[in-house]
């Protein structure tokens, strides 16, 4: 029975540089148990940098558990992060909106509990996310100024007006308003200060044309594009340097 119980403990905690494993948020914002992913660098998590990966809608924290992920984590050595895959329901759209307050879940709660969990470096904390996870990871970034030392958006869902926009992604127009990032932007191209932002899309996406409208507008915003659509065929081959990128702003982020 003992021997059960340590395993148990050593699956719920995972033990560095392998497959994903998972904790729970009891989210009062939300007001729902969530389940998150992580994946742990090899080695003690103790004074560790934290990146939270957001996922794509209807796709689940999991959905980013791919093996090239993994293996950029374990790649990265001593310089690697906790990655947390956080839990962004359906299609919440990591935002603050009448079913939950879930870009307030993510810097309230997750980011809390997981430095708990890891005894992670709290200072040191980067988010990024795909399609619908990249303009959650945009969004709470630029409402959150100064919390992150990095910020990317791969493929990020993004959208001119409000009537662009699929059902469920915003509430109605005025929650639109409240999170139009590229009109934000285009208001103050300085709106992420120090952080470091990261932007790619494949040219066959249907968000090229507006997420590079958004690299040009934030000041000293790198953009990155190439061959490929909105998909893991473009995502997976890009996560070594995605993971890179994370590791290298955090090293130097103080």
């Known amino acids: 029975m003992k021997r059960l119980a340590v395993l148990a403990l050593l699956l719920l905690a995972g033990c560095g540089g392998g497959a994903p494993s998972h904790f729970t948020v009891k ?21 560790r940098p934290l990146l939270l990966l957001l996922h794509g809608r209807s796709a689940g924290p999991d959905s980013l558990a791919s093996d090239a992920l993994i293996k950029a984590v374990k790649s990265l050595g001593s310089r690697a992060p906790i ?71 791969h493929s990020a869902a993004m959208w001119r007006t409000g009537g662009e926009t699929p059902a469920g992604a915003f509430d109605n127009a005025e929650d639109f308003a409240r999170h139009d990032v590229l009109g934000a932007a285009r208001r103050n191209p300085n709106l992420y200060g120090r952080t470091r932002v990261w932007i790619d899309v494949g040219e066959a996406d249907p968000f090229h044309s507006a997420d590079i409208e ?41």
Not at 39 to 45: E, I, Y
Not at 230 to 242: I, V
């Open 214 to 254: 958004l690299a040009h507008l934030i000041r000293g915003a790198i953009l990155h594009v190439g061959p490929g659509g909105h998909d893991t065929s473009y995502w997976w081959p890009h996560m070594a340097d995605y993971l890179a990128f994370y590791a290298d702003a955090l090293a130097s982020c103080r």
């Open 83 to 153: 990655v947390v895959l956080v839990n962004g329901g359906d299609h919440s759209y990591f935002h603050d909106r009448a079913d939950g307050r879930w870009g307030s879940y993510v810097l309230r709660e997750v980011i809390p509990a997981a430095i708990a969990r890891f005894h992670a470096d709290g200072r040191r904390v980067a988010i990024g996310g795909i399609s619908m996870g990249g303009f959650g990871a945009l969004d709470i970034a630029r409402l959150a100024p100064g919390r992150f030392c990095a910020v990317g958006g």
């Open 27 to 47: 989210s009062r914002l939300v007001g729902r148990d969530l389940t998150q992913g992580v994946v742990l660098p090899p080695g003690n998590t103790n004074g």
